[in-house]
């Protein structure tokens, strides 16, 4: 059985660990056996969107220009999956993908869910390196980045953005809802076994064979979890 060496961050700095947390807010997952000498050379980032009109060519411009900023060190693609949305959003994707070759758009003709969607995602991906982000850019875009240079750094497999590990916080969150996510987290990663901070964040950076190596099948957001359970014991 081969085990996972997972990742996670915040907002604030990074850490990193076999299932653990150390100095800063990163968790990383690694498969022992996979290559060390093969450096990602292209970077695709999928957003799974539903009924986002109001702020979907929003997010596109602001992910778009950071990726425009790293162009120097990868290629990269823009993934949307417009996941049966009722109002303008494919067509809004549809209408920022004709003025930019780095933007595709994969459409599901119903509402499936996220994890439905982000399957797709990873299935259409052509990247080395696959980051996945929500919508409402719940992290800021400066993340890829930083999800990036953790992954090619610790040679790790997945790298997840932790509001609860070291150097992390949460806000604009009610009480209750915070509470009830840091119980859930806190009780998932002990059904994994390991010290992972966080289960349920889909800001993320995959290696491109690995999560694509995965046999997933959720089609909701438990997709998260399943990702982190499946990686360990591939």
């Not at 950071?66 to 999956?81: A, F, G, N, R």
Request: charged letters at 30%; proline letters at 2%.
């Amino acid at each position: 059985v081969k085990k996972a060496l997972i990742l996670s961050f915040g907002m604030g700095g990074l850490a990193k660990g076999l299932w653990k947390s150390s100095t800063g807010n990163l968790e990383e997952f690694k498969l022992t056996d996979m290559k060390k000498d093969v450096e990602p050379k292209k970077v695709t980032v999928i957003i799974p969107a539903y009924n986002e009109e109001a702020i979907i060519e929003d997010t596109v411009e602001k992910v778009t220009q950071t990726l425009e900023e790293m162009s120097d060190k990868y290629q990269w693609e823009l993934l949307l999956v417009n996941d049966g949305s009722k109002d303008n959003t494919g067509a809004i994707m549809d209408e920022l993908a004709s003025t930019n070759g780095s933007i595709r758009v994969a459409h599901h003709r119903t509402n499936y869910g996220r994890g439905k969607a982000l399957k797709t995602g990873f299935k259409e991906a052509t990247g080395d390196i696959i980051i996945t982000l929500d919508a409402d850019l719940s992290y800021s875009t400066e993340h890829i980045s930083k999800l990036i240079e953790k992954l090619e750094e610790t040679d790790a497999d997945i790298v997840s953005a932790s509001c609860y590990a070291p150097g992390g916080k949460v806000e604009n969150v009610p009480f209750r809802r915070k509470l009830m996510s840091k119980i859930g987290n806190m009780l998932l990663s002990r059904a994994m076994g390991g010290d992972i901070t966080v289960a349920t964040c889909i800001v993320r950076a995959y290696k491109g064979d690995v999560i694509k190596s995965l046999d997933l099948i959720s089609d909701g957001k438990d997709l998260h979890p399943e990702i982190l359970y499946k990686a360990r014991n591939v």
